[in-house]
């Protein structure tokens, strides 16, 4: 619970919560039934009206509500006590009646102050060190392999045109032209149908690929073998493809250097969640939980 | 390295005609105090780098993807509204295709296809008031009124609590009661602390040739009861640049005039170039493209500069529906009623009104070119989400709302709560797509300028359009559209004028699927016009569509037709086109008439969000309230013609 305490430490957090901390310890120390004799003294004295006033007004300056008590005449403090002492007995009375038990409002209230406090306190996170960095890099070498890259150029064969002896006829006529002329990367528009998307891709993971030209497409292109002769056709969507597909570079894992920036942004995300989690099961690590008939989260 | 959505455009050739308009009146003095400011938005005064974006448009261009409309917990009311994790960095993340915590569900969610641009675009009323109380950020703490915000926000960190202290932050110009307590928890420096977090997420995921991300806030003024006059701002600057101004705020002022004066004083001081992007006009209560000034005064020569220089953009599609047209105003126009929102921001119903809407808007801004001179509403289209949960989501078959209060099936995962803006009356959009010469801040904001960019609902439709009066036919068929459009037209967002004698203008125009989504349904041409009597006209053409269809004799198409099954979701792809081209050429023009054409481009019917939900509870989609069914669609920025002097 260490940022919960931070926070509490904080004077103006503290002064406000004082407040909630008297009366927790003012409800312990009373059974909730009857109310004993002191507990049924309220007294009214210049620091519980300045505190009253302060709540009233949504706003915490002593500096500010002292001056304005003092300028207060009798009638004007006189009617003040009178609107606290009412407001007191009936908080007291509608504690010791029970009221503020199964009440879900007061409940949710009560939790989503506790959530605010934890939302305000994740802000900033402890920042890693070198080691933690590279052990983390370490441990999740997977996150940070860079999938293969592909780099080839396609003639595009339209589905939705016709060719005459059919799509398939078309293609293998092509790819015989192209082969014959030895035609090169920077040739293929000279023989395409207009393909919508690009035309050229250098350097790119297969994803962007399969978006473009669907699945299928991407799993043929994955199963050839880079070479300066043209290939296919492989079929997408839209039709057929030849392609010259000159380059593959292999999926590799880059040196923690290289990555340096990704791994602690990585890292900073992780505690960004991890210290809002923490601080949640630490709060639930201060009970007794006890389970009847009832699976546990953590079973293993 | 472009997107792999990119269009591979050719390089080597010349472009067209210029299109900023004539500089002749720049000199003219603004009669009103009012206005006094906006004297300086003479063109004369633009730095020429800025000015010549036209002249200098580029021959060669890409195809990259952005959202210019998006919320963090840095807004007072996404943060209010339970998106107190989101910041604008995680934001941008997100958008880079970063897996982030969302919101609400606590769980990861990744970005189907990342984004090549974005602006984090919060609230500058208040802006991060919330985060500043959360860090206990000692320039707000040091002053009384920042120590009562604490206070109020530390017995109740929720919408309760500051916010008791504040006011609802985000009404407008403080009043006398109030001057005091803004002089000091919205005081330059507490302005400054917050702007700062946005610099930096900007500045920190700018990844140029990849992910360009740009400076930009909203302007978020409401009068009249809940008339909506929100405008997103952009600057064209680097993080240093964005350092050196504080967002205008329309607790500085409600009126649009005072932003453009603003715009206008800041650019002469720090050089940087700002353009303001007007959204939802569908709920401004028709005060949105009014024939009149903020004073009701009738726009003059002065006030439509100013609004074509500091407006070049209208945002028409966003998750509070879409903004092209009314099925009242239009109802000839059989695709009209889609996605029509018809309340205002607090909820009362809101009339259609010809203000409200992009197409008589442009419409209108005919009209007042034929009387001042000058075109105020001379606008290219985009779209964006406005989304209020950090993310940038658009899928219909993973859409996360408008607000997190309001995540879809909400009250199935976490209990009753009050839903603002339900998500089955939201919809899942938009997106805005720009043709650029690389993506950087100079090339997303020169493309921003020169209206070359476009509107989708979502949908990464490719759509090419220009125009000109050397298109033949057969140039439909041209392997590389982009390359005889550059050549011997003007694209999208620009203008043409002196039609030579005996000849109309035609547009080139290419469109494919996204190949991710539905085919295409058919390209229509939207022209308006304003005839000799000053009187507004507009037709609708379809001018290319698919599957071998025959127009009626009064230019109709039938339906496409809907493969989508109610029970499952799924719909197929065996009807309609992947893609679409044509050479339309006027065949009503008249070279004495004012006239603009823009494009719509429709997919063929796939599920709406609204029935998948309904799929997935186990409902009838009729519970939702909400077409079952979609044509999503994309809005061209329009080309204008304007008859020689």
Redesign the interface.
Known sequence: MALIRKLLK?P??H???LGGLLFAVYAALNPRDTLDASSRVITVDREALLTFLQYRN????PG?FEAQYDAMSDEQLAELAESYVREEAMAREARALGLDENDYVIRRRLV??I???V??AE??PEPPTEAELRAYYDEHRDDFTQDAEYTFTHVFIDA?KDHPGGMLAEAQRLLAQLRARDAGFNDA?GY???F?????????YLR??A????PDFAAQLATLQPSDNWQGPLSS??GLHLVLFTDRSEARTPDFEEVRAQVL?AVE?DRR?ATRETLLDELVDQYDVRYVDVPTGDAG | ????????APEGWETGVAGMKDSTNSNRRFGRAALAGCAAIALAAIPAYQLVAQQDAPSATDLFWGELHLHSNHSLDAYITDN??VTPDMAY?YARG?P??QPGLDRKVQIR?PLDFMAVTDHAEMMGLF?L????DETL?ST?WG??A???H?????RNGAM??TGAGMSGPPGPDEAEMMSQIQSDAVRSAAWSVEIEAAERNYVPGTFTTLFGWEWSSVVDGGKNLHRIVLANTDGEGASGFIPYSSQDSQRPEDLWSWMSATRDRTGIDFIAIPHNSNISGGLMFQMTDSDGEPISAAYARARQLWEPLVEVTQAKGTSEVHPEIAPYDEFAEFEIRRKLLIGTPTPADAGDYARSALLRGLQIQERTGVNPYNFGMIGSTDSHTGLSSVQESDFYGKLVSDIPLSEHVLGPRPVIFPAWEMGASGRVAAWATENTREGIFAALRRKEVYATTGTRI?LRMFGGFNFTAADA?????AAVGYARGIPMGGDLTAAPAGRAPSLLI?A??D??SGNLDRVQVVKGWVDEDGEAHERIYNVVWSDDRQLDADGNLPAVGNTVDLATGLYT?TIG???L?TVWQDPDFDPDQAAFYYVRVLEIPTPRHSLLDAIALGIDVEETGQPATIQERAYSSPIWYTPAR
């Open positions: 904080e103006l957090t002064f406000v919560l949504s706003a915490f300056e500010y989503q102050k959530e605010y406090l939302a305000g802000l900033e939705e528009p395409s149908d207009r919508p998307y690009q035309r050229n891709f250098v350097r790119q962007p690929v978006q473009v030209f669907g969507t839209f942004a995300e969640i | 390295m472009p997107g792999c959505d990119s269009i591979l107190t994790t993340r970063i982030i915590e296809r985060t109380l959360n860090r206990a703490l009384p120590r009562r604490m206070a109020a530390v017995r109740d960190p929720g008791s202290v490719a068929d041209a392997r590389d559209i290419h494919a699927r190949p991710l792809n086109a992947v893609q081209a």
